[in-house]
């Protein structure tokens, strides 16, 4: 005698609904390669300059970098100090010639998890332009026609490197004329978050008649494979000291991939002054020492990309040993 087949050994259905998954990325300048100026006293005949262009032009111009952006052809690399976001995406994939079934309720999830912590972080979502005025972010979209897509936008500062593993759920009602069943699936998107700049710190200490002076060096090198600028390095001080940068005046540094730049700061104590409360001055001699070093601060990073994309780190606790 023949036995039935279980709910579990029949073959699934496909999802009415599917996910896709688009990292948000700043364009670039599209390259071009103009052709050469032929003579004019030259009789051969040369291909027209417009040809090579990366865009139609009736004045072709020698620069290699044109007007036209262009969108990262992958998901290219994600660095830490940036910010990683991208758009999730679940789209109804009824036909509407062929709507026999009502996507609702679709409500989209996500999780990140990171190489420091065994459970993933929960990821707020952003706003979806397709919703209507009067519901939250945290709402599931009332219905979805068919064709048609639900969309979020999530975020997540990248603060070490490793492998970093993106989770998303979608859960949906779908309904026919006569039932209905809550549907949930779940994917999972994997990506190495890398190290776009290396700090390393020397300490030395600096004569002084009164109150004791230290020269903190810095290198600064672009591991990366972008170009950058660098637009902020700030020693942060800690109670107690101040610092004075002795740095670069005017434009700001611009470091190629490999490259380094070498920065300094003058850090002094501060004397316990008339205008100084007690309660200051008391702070001021609890000086911070951790392993029989003098802390003197963090040293905070800023930088943007070839398009303006923003990054940002700040080093461990810095000093001097005593």
């Not at 262009?70 to 290219?76: D, I, K, N, R, V």
């Not at 997540?156 to 593993?165: F, N, R």
């Not at 800690?238 to 490999?258: H, K, Q, Y």
């Not at 501060?270 to 609890?286: A, F, L, W, Y």
């Amino acid at each position: 005698m023949a036995q039935q087949r279980g709910a579990a050994d029949a073959v699934k259905e496909p999802h009415s609904v599917s996910l896709k998954v688009l990292r948000l990325s700043r364009p670039s300048l599209s390259l071009q390669h103009p052709l050469p100026t032929p003579p004019s006293s030259s009789q051969d005949v040369h291909p027209s300059q417009t040809a090579s262009l990366a865009y139609p032009s009736t004045t072709p111009t020698p620069f290699i970098l044109s007007p036209l952006l262009t969108l990262p052809p992958s998901f290219g690399s994600a660095y830490v100090g940036e910010t990683f976001s991208c758009t999730l995406c679940a789209n109804n994939e009824i036909p509407a010639s062929t709507a026999s079934k009502t996507i609702s309720s679709i409500r989209i999830e996500a999780e990140m998890k990171i190489p420091s912590q065994k459970l993933p972080i929960p990821l707020v979502l952003g706003p979806d332009t397709s919703t209507t005025p009067d519901q939250t972010h945290n709402n599931p979209v009332a219905d979805l026609p068919p064709s048609s897509s639900h969309q979020r936008i999530v975020s997540y500062p990248l603060k070490e490197e490793g492998s970093h593993v993106l989770a998303v759920t979608v859960t949906y009602h779908e309904s026919t004329p006569t039932s209905g069943r809550v549907r949930t699936f779940r994917k999972l998107y994997q990506f190495t978050s890398k190290g776009c700049m290396v700090v390393r710190t020397k300490t030395g200490p600096l004569p002084s008649s009164s109150l004791r002076k230290w020269a903190l060096e810095a290198q600064l090198e672009n591991v990366g494979e972008e170009t950058i600028v660098l637009d902020k390095v700030i020693l942060e001080t800690t109670p107690g000291f101040v610092s004075e940068a002795v740095n670069w005046d005017g434009d700001c540094p611009v470091l190629g991939p490999g490259d380094v730049e070498q920065v300094c700061f003058v850090v002094q104590e501060i004397g316990d002054g008339e205008e100084v409360t007690e309660e200051e001055k008391e702070r001021r001699r609890e000086k911070e020492v951790i392993d029989g070093k003098l802390i003197f601060g963090i040293l905070s990073l800023g930088w943007r990309g070839a398009m303006g994309n923003r990054g940002f780190l700040s080093t461990g606790s810095l000093g001097a040993r005593i």
